[in-house]
Each structure stands twice: as C-alpha cells, then as structure tokens.
C-alpha cells in the first residue's frame, strides 16, 4: 500500500514543482501529484498542515491551501481543474459509499476542499459542494462542530474575521438550495425539495451553522430564511411527515421557514383539526343526538369575562378544537369572523384593565406583566388560566390581539430561560439600577447593606422573600453581586408570578402543545399573536379594496394614500389601529390584511368612522384633500379604545 506521508501536497511541494514545469515547459508531474493527493481523502487529509500544530485551532494551513488553488487555477488548463474535481468527488463518494467514519483527522481533508471558491460555487457546472454536503450531513454533531469551527477561523493577518465567513459559509449553502429549487435558468426542470438529497443535506448543513450561531450570535436569526425553500413547501406533505416521522420535513429545521411559512403551515394544521371534529361531530349526532360542530358561546356585552370564563370550562379539548363562532346575547348576526374578532378585542382589553388587577403595566416599556399576588392559592387563578386559553384559542383561530407582553412571556412558553436581558426590556429602570450595581466601583456590602431579599408590594401589602436559602444571613457583597442580580431577575420573572404563569401556560396549553406552535422561536410567536411592526403601507396601498362605487384611481382614494404616505410612522400606527383595531401587521405584512375603504355619503363635516371588525374604514367623499386630510388626523388621534363602531 503506497504510504500516505509519500503522496501529501503542501505549498513548499507545489512551489518546488511548478518552478520545474516552469523550466521544462512540462506539467505533468504537478499535475499527477495533485490527482494522487486529492485522489484519496486519507491521502489528502495529511496534505496542508499546520507546521506547529497547537492542538486546539485548524490543523489545516488554509492560506497555503488558497494560494496552491491560486497556482492551480492561473498555471493550469480549466480542463485540469475539472479533472481534479471529479477525482475528488470519486473520493467523496467511495467513502460516502463505505460509510466510512469521519474522524478528526479526516476533517482536514473537507477544510481543503471548502478553501477553493470554484470548489464550492452552487452556480457552476462541476459543483463539489453537494457531496460535500452528503458528507456532512452524514457526520456526528461532534465532528459537525469541530468542522465548522476550522472553517470560520480565520488566516492569519486576513481582513476576513469569524464573522465574515460564517456569513459566507452560510451563503454557501443557501445559495445551492436556490439553485436546486429554482434553477440556474428558466429551462431548468425544477425538482420537490422533499426528493433532493442536496437541498436535504445543504438544510442539514445549514443547521450546524444555526447551532452554533445560538452560542455566538453572529447573525441574526432571520438570516437562516430560505426564499427558495419557502416559496417551494409542500405543507401537505411537510406536516404529515413532521407528525408521523415517515420522512424529511421541514419543520425538523424550522429555523429555514420565514414566520409566514410557518404560520400557514399552522393554520393548515388547525383547518384539518376543525375539520376532523367537524365530522366527529356529525357522526356523534347520529348516535348521541343533537352535538354542536362549532365551539359556540354566547355572550354577554356587560359579562364578558365571567360569562367567558363559565363557558369554556364547560368545554371539552374537542370542543375547544372546534371552529370558534360568538353570539353576542340580544344582537343579531352570523359570526363570520367579524364578531369573533370584535370578542376577542373586548374580553382582552378586559382581563388588562387594571380593575381587575391580574396584569400591571410598566409605565417606561408600556409592557404588561403578571401582577404578583403571594396570597393567592392555586385555586383561584382561573382567570390567568382564561388569559392562556384565550391566547391559544387566537392562535388556533387565526386572529391577532392587540396585546403588549414582553418576549419574556413567550420565551417562558417555549420553556427557555429568562433573565436580566429580558428584564430590562419588560423594566428598563430596574435593569439600569441592576446594572449600576454590577459596576458599582465603591464597597458593595457597606454602600447597599443588603441581604439576599426582595421585599414585594402587591395589593398594598410588602412581602419579603429570600433570593435563596437563608437569604436573610447572606449580605450583598462585590464578590457575589453577579450572582444577586442573577437570582433577583429570575426572582422578578419567575418565581414571583409562578403561580399566575403556571395557570396561563395550563390554559395556553390546552390548544398549543403538540402542534405546530412548536416550530416558531418566541420571537415568531409575538408576531402571529400580536403581529408585526413592520409597517408597509405601499403593500397595504395595493391589497386594499374599495366598495362603495370608489376604485384606486378615484380622486379621494388617490388623495388619501399620498396623505397616508406622507403620515410619520407613529400616525401611520394610529390609523392602523383606528381601522382594524390593531396597530401591528398580520404575518406575513399589511398585503396579508383584508383591508376595506368604503364610501360613507358625500361631503360632509362628518369624521372617518370604521368598522374595527372587519377592517373597514369609512370616508365621506370630502371636497378636497386638505379637509380629508383634517378630517382623518382628528379621527385618527382622538380615537380610543377599539374603533368607533
């Protein structure tokens, strides 16, 4: 057997060779010591290698490898350059073929192949990097690791840092699921990602990168969605294979779906779940006599939180699962989504109201959080079980609330840990005086004198609580400050409110635990609850529909989005809000928003009124652009509450 260290290739070996082709005018012996090292992975994963090799960073001299590929591309024939990429790629696939393991030590032979930019262009015909792919994906996370750590370390007196090539890496990748999924040209044949073992292994590659970037934050993580695979799901065949674990899904690397694929991908879930009781319904009917297809409540206007809370403890979870339809008590009317939507508007703004005392807002963030209670017994949190309910019963039926939570709550949702970052969002004042005493350059213990406690004043009363054990005897000092503002943050979201949150994720839970809801970051959550701030009234412009005899080119429809266009952004949110209740946008942006504009009678001194609940806005055919425009600033900054209809 021809001994490895014989048939290795570094830079000094190509330097030496080339300058003898140079003189003989003959290339072949470069040429074959090229195909013999990267002929064989074993054989090229001794090529390149560090000198002083410090056991911890890449074993592979990467700029000596980038400068042969230099040599390789300006001294030889592209005909050489494609013949050394199809040896490598038989090396590849022989040892793809034999399952052999990747061991550290082979790596080093994958870092090589990775440091020629043609190597590894998606665009070009003779492509690496599928089986580059293949051979990653097929690798133990442990080697995924060490493999991507090599690759984003950078060279030595380089400009390119971690960063930049995390980002080129994850390029890389991205750019061969486009090309598999929409072509290189028109003429190409476009193939289902969900029978490309390229796009499946450049997902999977795809995913040690999101891994890692979890740890160090190099991008953010919208930088991991894929136009091409979301333009290309098949969430008919996505979720069966996500629930039956029969084959690849996407939803496996919900890290690739934008907050719009994975929205649909949710409703479509909870449009088979409503059509599944639907029928369950109408069977039992036979059996049972007459069963409710629809989750009905009725409702009283001036009860809505009790008669609420009555009716859906009533409920079974299939009942809950059913399409949600609301009557309000003595008011006539089918509930098409209009009512449903007016309801939910109602009984949030109630549970908020701080009457009721279960949410306090903070005055700077003007975000809402639990209100601890001490006294409270887990028995009557029923009404933080209602608010969790509610939530759920939202998500599962498509519909937005206009809610001001931190990402905190979401975050506690998803079961990820919270701390200081997320309590300076939700209290920026007490995050700044957190801060203060981690930098606080005086004695700690003499300056505060304070002992692990928290004293908490809820409903006029002033609990003092220990952040740990014995808290009361450990005093506040500057070696163990860190670990105070630690234990108060968690104190502050967690413990505090254990019990009021633990009966919120119960109710939530009931309708959003094994379902898609799983696939969103708590991030993505906020926005299909909530919605989005993002804010684009041209997309809005051209999705709108006019009633009423109006068009889009109608002079006062014309007039009223060259005011709108002009609005700043907080006037942009008022009217938002005035029209549909909302200030925010649907997922995927405002075009997703059904929104209406309808004639409401000639000129007239009357202000623009709208329908909250089915996202209509109602305009008088004003004179002149002028008084539409003082018109609809008046209705817009004096509206409160949800609309004026």
């Not at 390119?160 to 699921?177: C, G, K, R, V």
């Not at 996202?615 to 609309?643: D, H």
Request: with cysteine.
């Amino acid at each position: 057997m021809t001994n490895k260290s014989h048939v290795y290739i570094n830079y000094d070996i190509v330097q030496t060779l080339r300058s003898k082709c140079e003189e003989t005018n003959d290339w072949s012996s470069l040429v074959n010591r090229l195909f013999l090292a990267f002929g064989n992975i074993h054989f090229l994963s001794h090529s390149f290698l560090q000198k002083k090799p410090n056991g911890l960073g890449c074993p592979v001299e990467k700029q000596q490898v980038q400068q042969t590929f230099e040599i390789i591309k300006t001294q030889l024939s592209q005909e050489v350059l494609i013949q050394l990429v199809g040896i490598a790629q038989e090396a590849l696939r022989y040892s793809v073929s034999n399952n052999e393991e990747i061991t550290p030590e082979l790596l080093s032979s994958i870092v090589i192949l990775f440091q020629c930019s043609q190597f590894i262009d998606a665009q070009w015909q003779h492509t690496l990097l599928p089986d580059l792919c293949e051979v990653i994906a097929s690798m133990s996370h442990t080697m995924q690791d060490s493999l991507v750590k090599y690759l984003i370390e950078p060279v030595l007196n380089s400009e390119q840092s971690s960063e930049a090539l995390f980002i080129s890496l994850l390029d890389t990748f991205h750019q061969l699921i486009r090309i598999r999924l929409v072509g290189r040209s028109p003429k190409d044949k476009k193939v289902s990602p969900y029978q490309d073992s390229p796009v499946i292994n450049a997902t999977k590659c795809i995913a040690i990168l999101y891994r890692l970037n979890e740890q160090q934050n190099f991008v953010s993580y919208t930088s991991f969605y894929n136009d091409a695979i979301n333009d290309n799901l098949e969430i008919k065949i996505d979720i069966p294979n996500y629930k039956e674990r029969k084959g690849f899904s996407f939803c496996d690397f919900p890290f690739v779906l934008s907050p719009t694929a994975k929205a649909d991908i949710l409703k479509v879930e909870s449009v088979f779940q409503m059509r599944h009781e639907l029928q369950d319904a109408f069977f039992r009917a036979l059996f049972e006599g007459v069963n409710s297809p629809y989750l009905v409540l009725g409702i009283r206007r001036d009860h809505i939180v009790s008669d609420t809370l009555h009716q859906l403890e009533q409920k079974t979870i299939h009942d809950l699962k059913k399409q949600l339809r609301v009557q309000f008590v003595g008011e006539e009317g089918v509930d098409e989504g209009g009512v449903q939507k007016e309801f939910f508007q109602l009984v949030i703004r109630e549970l908020f109201d701080p009457k009721y005392g279960m949410f306090k807002m903070n005055e700077e963030s003007r975000l809402y959080w639990f209100t601890p209670n001490p006294a409270q017994d887990r028995d009557s949190t029923a009404e933080f079980r209602l608010a969790g309910l509610l939530l759920g019963l939202a998500v599962y039926n498509s519909v937005i609330l206009d809610l001001h939570l931190p990402l905190a709550l979401y975050k506690k949702l998803m079961g990820i840990e919270v701390g200081i970052p997320e309590l300076k969002q939700l209290d920026p004042q007490l995050g700044r005086n957190l801060e203060k005493l981690l930098t606080f350059q005086g004695d700690v213990q003499a300056e505060f004198d304070q002992p692990f406690q928290v004293d908490l004043e809820s409903f006029g009363q002033i609990y003092t609580s220990d952040l740990k054990p014995m808290g009361s005897n450990i005093h506040l000092t500057n070696d163990n400050r860190h670990e105070f503002v630690d234990l108060y943050a968690k104190f502050v979201l967690n413990q505090s409110i254990q019990k009021e949150f633990e009966a919120f994720r119960e109710g939530f839970e009931l309708l959003c635990q094994d379902n898609a809801i799983n696939i969103f970051r708590p991030e993505e959550i906020e926005q299909l609850i909530c919605g989005s701030s993002d804010l684009d009234f041209e997309a809005l412009e051209r999705s709108t529909v006019y009633d009423g005899g109006w068009t889009k080119d109608s002079s006062i429809i014309r007039h009223f989005w060259e005011i709108v266009h002009e609005f700043t952004y907080e006037e942009k949110k008022k009217l938002l809000f005035f029209a549909t209740g909302s200030d925010r946008a649907p997922i995927g942006g405002l075009s997703k928003l059904q929104f209406v504009i309808a004639k409401n009678g000639p000129d007239s001194d009357r202000l623009p009124t709208s329908h909250t609940c089915y996202n209509v806005l109602l305009l008088c055919e004003y004179n002149s652009k002028e008084k539409l425009r003082e018109r609809l600033l008046t209705s817009i900054s004096n509206a409160e509450g949800f609309g004026m209809i």
